[in-house]
């Protein structure tokens, strides 16, 4: 057998990348005379910017601390063990640089086996151990932390998590193990897999604390002050920590069950992570932590080298790289900047960007419409949202004040747009209507001002074709809904020049969105992307498959929604438009479905009822399906489905509709809520053969999203 300082060794060798995170170790006396304490601090040298991550060296560092108070609390000279992050953070897990890295079962497997060895000695001291949670704490932080004997959490931590399942593994050094056996199965599996698969939701300070992580909860000034105040009083007695009794009967069993119900409602299946954690918290019900901890090792070893960890990894960076630096932005200097913004249209969407705009930018923002009812219904809106922000406590009561003042609404756009830096219109999806509104704010705005089209599938260039300065035309297309969806495809016109497309990406960072650069193709990416999938199952529905087949069969992909639940979110009309634009520009691959106009001409607002809480065909919907007599098999209408999309995927990267496959992953990860697990969409292709079939070659080099060969 290894020991664990061999199998940190050889993990260090094989990634000689890592940012090391120091285990400093420093001793001091403990209010109330409590005694002689000594206090590890993790850091990696670097500031709040870079946090602390634990890579295999970075764990050899902390078992080297481990040594010297293990001999120091054996010889009687100390009383316990904190242990504790540098300001703001606290440590955010293992390093997973360090994991794409890997490429042998047995070095994965030594990964989760080093972890364990040196966390399992904090609860082995001699002397009692506390975690001082002062920062931000996710994964294998946390776990750090459930090894001690105690914890306090800072009220003002921002970010405690554990992410794994997100990303396609599971917490694997003692997070399955311990989390359950210290909040009961209920409270664990709603961190481990709920939070999980809502998009990785955080926990604040105050969280952890309710719900039974931390043993006291203190706030961020004087935090580590008030924590050894604290500790004293335990090790004296003076305080005794209680908790309750785990519920190891049937609770523990529904609650694994009910794991089980979340993770199909949103992986359907397709994705093992959230399966391995829970067989994990299933097994740890008799407290056996070793048998525990040894399933936690191979679970951990078996998904690293799975492509699910592989593809959630590479969607991880998408976002938290190439997302920040856009391929294809010009120079930002060239920015100008933007002091007033102008919104053309005051309906929903209409309003929900000016919301946007004032609360990012906090400039004056002016809303015009055909008649002031609507405009004032537009900034109604707006004042609305601002109260619920202020109901929430998420801003004071001169902030709420400050932001309605800056919003307004006026008929003349003579009058709203004389001083206006950036314009964008969210009118009727109409080219004419498009066209006619920017010949009218042309007229009136400044001659540097931005003139952006929220259009989700017209023509940019056309649009800005008629106008005397077309350089300053930018597609700007949000998603819906607007606070939710970080996506915005930004789309350079034949005619755009760099300061506007500058100023554009420049509006885009303060606006906190991921922004994409687009060339002014049909439709853009994700709704190019979108309708062809969606017209793929029109077409087998069409042709005589059962609705319920055709919504069945794309389950494996573990979206967040089935096709026809998605169209009715987006609506039925807008659905049947955007196919319209994409059937007159590519009638070879685009059809417009007889039956989705059917009910668009019916007045219907989906597919389904929902009388009984679950979806069901809408009777009214079921009389008005015409439809042939091929009815396919699930596994037929997916690969259908599937070779529709690696084909135009492939035929819009030949377009250069985008720079490269990840910014098709990247739109639709942040833009349709496409699955992590997945990558998006072209490492799912190429894992499953399809983009080989379809196109004769992969989308992304093996080992991109994949286990290097």
Not at 207 to 234: C, K, M, N, P, R
Not at 371 to 399: F, M, T
Request: with cysteine.
């Amino acid at each position: 057998m290894s020991t664990t300082a061999e199998l940190l060794k050889g993990a260090a060798e094989l990634f000689p990348g890592e940012v090391v995170t120091q285990a400093h170790v420093r001793h001091f006396d403990l209010p109330l005379g409590a005694g002689r304490f000594a206090l590890i601090t993790l850091d990696n040298g670097h500031d709040h910017t870079k946090p602390t991550t634990l890579g295999p060296q970075s764990l050899a560092n902390i078992d080297a601390a481990i040594d010297q108070v293990e001999k120091e609390a054996a010889d009687g000279e100390i009383v316990g063990v904190g242990v504790t992050g540098k300001p703001f953070i606290f440590a955010v897990g293992a390093d997973l640089k360090g994991v794409e890295l890997l490429k042998r079962h047995e070095d994965a497997l030594a990964i989760g086996k080093g972890g364990h060895d040196v966390f399992k000695r904090l609860s082995k001291l001699a002397v009692p151990t506390f975690a001082y949670y002062n920062g931000a704490s996710m994964g294998g932080g946390v776990e750090v932390g459930l090894h001690c004997t105690y914890r306090t959490v800072s009220a003002a931590l921002p970010a405690f998590s554990l992410p794994e399942v997100f990303l396609g593994l599971v917490p694997g050094w003692g997070g399955c193990t311990l989390l359950p056996n210290l909040i009961g199965a209920e409270k664990a599996v709603s961190v481990i897999i709920e939070n999980s698969l809502n998009q990785n939701r955080q926990l604040k300070g105050k969280q952890v604390y309710e719900l039974g992580i931390a043993d006291a909860l203190f706030e961020g000034a004087d935090f580590l002050e008030q924590s050894l105040i604290w500790t004293a009083a335990v090790l004296k007695g003076e305080i005794t920590v209680e908790r309750p009794a785990i519920d190891r009967g049937e609770a523990w069993d529904q609650a694994v069950a009910k794991g089980r119900f979340i993770a199909d409602s949103k992986v359907h299946g397709a994705a093992p992570a959230a399966y391995r954690a829970l067989d994990i918290i299933a097994a740890a019900k008799d407290g056996d932590l070793q048998k525990g901890y040894d399933a936690e090792d191979q679970a951990l070893a078996d998904l690293i080298m799975g492509g699910e960890l592989r593809s959630g990894i590479y969607a991880f960076n998408l976002v938290q790289k190439r997302g920040k630096r856009p391929a294809g932005a010009p120079d930002k200097n060239l920015a100008r900047p933007v002091t007033k913004v102008g919104v053309v249209g005051a309906g929903l969407m209409a309003s929900q960007l000016a919301l946007l705009f004032l609360r990012r930018l906090e400039v004056p923002v002016v809303l015009t419409d055909i008649d002031q009812e609507r405009i004032d219904k537009g900034v109604g809106y707006v004042h609305a949202e601002i109260d619920k922000l202020l109901g929430k406590g998420r801003i004071n009561q001169d902030k709420a004040n400050r932001l309605k003042a800056l919003v307004t609404g006026v008929l003349d756009k003579a009058e709203g747009f004389a001083d206006a830096d950036f314009v964008i219109e969210a009118v009727f999806e109409e080219m004419g209507v498009k066209q006619q509104v920017f010949a009218e704010v042309e007229a009136v705005a400044p001659a540097h001002a931005i003139l952006a089209t929220n259009t989700s599938s017209l023509s940019v260039s056309e649009m800005a074709s008629k106008l005397r300065h077309p350089e300053r035309v930018v597609g700007f297309h949000f998603f819906n809904p607007v606070a939710v969806l970080p996506l915005l495809e930004i789309v350079r016109g034949e005619k755009t020049d760099d300061a506007s497309l500058a100023t554009a990406f420049g509006v885009a960072k303060k606006l906190k969105k991921t922004a994409v650069l687009v060339k002014d193709a049909p439709a853009f990416v994700v709704n190019r992307i979108l309708t062809r999938f969606m017209g793929e199952i029109q077409n087998v529905i069409d042709e005589g498959t059962p609705v319920e087949v055709a919504e069945k069969a794309v389950e494996p992909l573990g979206l967040p929604m089935s096709p026809l639940v998605l169209l009715e979110l987006v609506g039925p009309a807008i659905g049947l438009h955007v196919s319209e634009t994409l059937n007159r520009a590519f009638p070879d691959r685009f059809t417009v479905s007889p039956n989705l106009k059917a009910v668009v001409e019916a007045g219907k607002r989906g597919f389904y009822v929902y009388d009984s809480g679950k979806p069901e065909l809408d009777p009214e919907v079921a009389a008005l399906l015409k439809q042939g007599d091929t009815v396919l098999t699930e596994e037929q209408v997916r690969d259908r489905v599937l070779d529709a999309v690696a084909q135009e995927i492939g035929l819009m990267l030949d377009e250069g509709v985008v720079a490269e496959a990840q910014d098709i992953d990247l739109c639709l990860i942040t833009g349709a809520g496409w699955p992590f697990h997945l990558g998006g969409i072209t490492p799912y292709l190429d894992r499953e053969g399809v983009s080989e079939r379809v196109n004769g070659k992969r989308f992304l080099e093996a080992g991109v999203a994949s286990v290097p060969a």
